[in-house]
């Protein structure tokens, strides 16, 4: 399995801690994601693009490459639609929002760090690709997360808004647009 080596950090929050440590395939304990048993190869392959793999229960979210612990936040993000673990469940991340994304619904911390980002978001079902594009399920792209987050100075690591001066970001397909006032408030208005 060849794993392409570019990484983010989910929603520009957190440094990607890439499952380092002891690493699994060395001490034959397990690494299940979503539900499954990684094999040793799948381990090998993990472990050869990102570093060690810390045995443990993760969720993967195969459309963003967003991952972390089973009942947790996001922690990072790898290469999106690797062949790894089941399917994500739902309650992946123990979330009780209301706000889904590619099903998986959001605990309060991938909340707020998003509601950082954007302001208030909706309790509805949301999709968001690797490039961080996001849109309701079923419709278009409203905003680019990246793009808001530089924007907008966020740095990310449980703090507020960045410092620096504000900006804009518009979707014209879609007629949403997003301003930043380089303090970390945010406005997201139809264009």
Same mark, same amino acid.
């Given at each position: 399995?060849?794993?392409?080596?570019?990484?983010?950090?989910?929603?520009?929050?957190a440094?990607?801690?890439?499952?380092?440590? #002891?690493? #699994? @395939?060395?001490?034959?304990?397990?690494?299940?994601v979503?539900?499954?048993?990684?094999?040793?190869?799948?381990? *090998?392959? *993990?472990?050869?693009?990102? +570093?060690?793999?810390?045995?443990?229960y993760?969720w993967?979210?195969?459309h963003?490459?967003?991952?972390?612990?089973?009942?947790?936040?996001?922690?990072?993000?790898? @290469?999106?639609?690797?062949?790894?673990?089941?399917?994500?469940?739902?309650?992946?991340?123990?979330?009780?929002?209301?706000?889904?994304?590619?099903?998986?619904?959001?605990?309060?911390? /991938?909340?707020?760090?998003l509601?950082?980002?954007?302001?208030?978001?909706?309790?509805?079902?949301?999709?968001?690709?690797?490039?961080?594009?996001?849109?309701?399920?079923?419709?278009? %792209?409203?905003l680019?997360?990246? @793009?808001?987050?530089?924007?907008? +100075?966020?740095?990310? %690591?449980?703090?507020?808004?960045?410092?620096?001066?504000?900006?804009?970001?518009?979707n014209?397909?879609?007629?949403?647009?997003?301003?930043t /006032?380089?303090? +970390?408030?945010?406005?997201?208005? /139809?264009?």
């Amino acid at each position: 399995m060849r794993i392409p080596t570019r990484l983010l950090s989910a929603f520009a929050i957190a440094p990607v801690l890439l499952w380092a440590g #002891a690493g #699994a @395939a060395q001490s034959g304990m397990s690494v299940v994601v979503n539900g499954e048993a990684l094999s040793i190869e799948e381990v *090998l392959a *993990l472990q050869q693009a990102y +570093g060690q793999v810390l045995p443990g229960y993760y969720w993967y979210d195969p459309h963003s490459g967003l991952w972390g612990q089973e009942g947790g936040p996001s922690i990072g993000q790898i @290469a999106p639609g690797l062949p790894l673990g089941g399917p994500m469940s739902p309650d992946a991340s123990n979330g009780q929002t209301g706000v889904f994304i590619n099903g998986r619904e959001l605990p309060m911390q /991938d909340l707020f760090n998003l509601q950082q980002l954007v302001g208030e978001v909706p309790r509805e079902r949301y999709w968001l690709d690797a490039q961080g594009n996001i849109g309701l399920e079923g419709g278009p %792209a409203l905003l680019n997360l990246w @793009a808001v987050s530089q924007q907008s +100075g966020y740095a990310g %690591a449980g703090g507020g808004g960045g410092s620096g001066g504000g900006g804009s970001y518009r979707n014209s397909a879609v007629g949403i647009g997003v301003t930043t /006032d380089g303090e +970390g408030g945010v406005f997201i208005s /139809d264009w």
